[in-house]
């Protein structure tokens, strides 16, 4: 699942090919969120020192011995940075140093102070306000709680209106990579996808893009409209080479809207469940990351892959994200299933250990050096 020897050969390459990779223009969206990050605190001690309330089970039996009573949560922040799948993603790819468009909802008509830096990184493009979201961060996972009024402008309308089809269009004519994410959150996505898909798709020209789709928890969406959004990324695969990404909750899940029999959690059961999901959509590539490795199939092969898991990562909210990136740049730059994974379990590692996205160098580093805990 993972060597020292593949490790190396997966940083060889990565350097090799480092200078492509400004030359590959990426184009990513929809959302766009105001990121807090938040711990639970436990015990306070003084005025500036808590314990944190380590699990989520933890946090759950407080809330539930509350219940017919009352109880007060303190909430210690502790970053506020940008957030949504899209521009957690496009940053961590315009960190690779990739050419990035990205177009969501980051603050309209002025582009909110927290995506100030990400707009010197990539062209930024916004058509609605952000939302909000409160992430309490726990060892073992973590809560997003989110406010989502603003999503309902994401939508093919807005788009026409504050950015235009034509540019749209462009956009995606001229990139290498596309990317959208967040399909839960953008109730007017399927919308938005038929409507890309007919007035679009029909006018690219040139070789096959990579398409990347992140549905992002589809749990509270209903089971209608889940199976539409997955016959309209079925229909997508005509036009582009599609990757869809999930994490273990969302495989398992949409595996159950497929009517496929429910994995344990192995990474063969992963495995098989990836290679089904991918056969019954007939689509390029599946990719499912849990915490501890990863699993990707195609048409050809499929593979798993160990990533570099720490008990106790600085930050989590993105790591996902930041997986889906250096997956996705592996894909780019023409890695196999195996090297790709390693580049994904990668970039989610250094993120989660220092808070910030890596550059290509960086990654290679890390698997050159690759940390035990």
Not at 21 to 48: C, N
Request: net charge neutral.
């Amino acid at each position: 699942m993972n060597t020292p020897e593949l490790r190396i050969a997966c940083a060889t390459q990565l350097e090799s090919q480092a200078s492509k990779v400004s030359r590959l223009p990426a184009f990513i969206g929809l959302d766009g969120f105001v990121d807090e990050i938040l711990h639970v605190v436990d015990k306070r001690e003084t005025a500036t020192q808590y314990e944190r309330l380590p699990t989520i089970a933890r946090y759950a039996g407080r809330l539930a011995a509350a219940a017919g009573r009352s109880t007060n949560v303190e909430l210690v922040s502790q970053l506020t940075k940008l957030g949504g799948n899209g521009p957690i993603m496009a940053n961590a790819m315009a960190s690779f140093g990739l050419a990035v468009t990205y177009l969501g909802n980051l603050g309209y008509p002025n582009l909110h102070p927290v995506f100030t830096e990400f707009a010197r990184r990539a062209e930024v493009h916004s058509i609605a306000e952000p939302g909000y979201t409160d992430a309490l961060e726990f060892e073992d996972g973590k809560i997003m709680l989110g406010k989502h009024t603003a999503l309902k402008e994401v939508n093919w309308e807005s788009i026409k209106a504050r950015y235009g089809v034509e540019p749209f269009a462009r956009k995606l004519q001229e990139s290498r990579f596309i990317a959208f994410v967040n399909w839960t959150m953008l109730t007017a996505m399927n919308d938005t996808w038929r409507a890309i898909l007919d007035e679009v798709c029909p006018r690219l020209t040139g070789p096959r893009r990579i398409l990347f789709f992140d549905l992002a928890d589809p749990e509270k969406r209903t089971h209608a409209d889940v199976l539409k959004a997955l016959a309209l990324i079925t229909e997508f695969e005509r036009h582009f080479s599609v990757i869809l990404g999930l994490n273990e909750k969302e495989a398992a899940e949409i595996g159950g809207h497929l009517g496929l029999n429910a994995p344990d959690r192995s990474p063969e059961g992963l495995g098989a469940l990836a290679r089904q999901i991918r056969e019954r959509l007939a689509i390029g590539t599946v990719v499912v990351h849990p915490t501890a490795f990863a699993v990707a199939a195609n048409e050809r092969s499929a593979a798993c892959i160990e990533g570099p898991f720490t008990a106790k990562p600085l930050i989590t909210t993105g790591a996902g994200d930041h997986f889906n990136a250096g997956f996705c740049l592996g894909q780019l730059l023409g890695l196999d299933l195996a090297a790709s994974l390693l580049t994904g379990v990668s970039t989610s590692g250094f993120y989660v250990r220092t808070g910030r996205s890596p550059a290509i160098p960086e990654i290679a580093g890390l698997l050159r050096d690759w940390p035990r805990a």
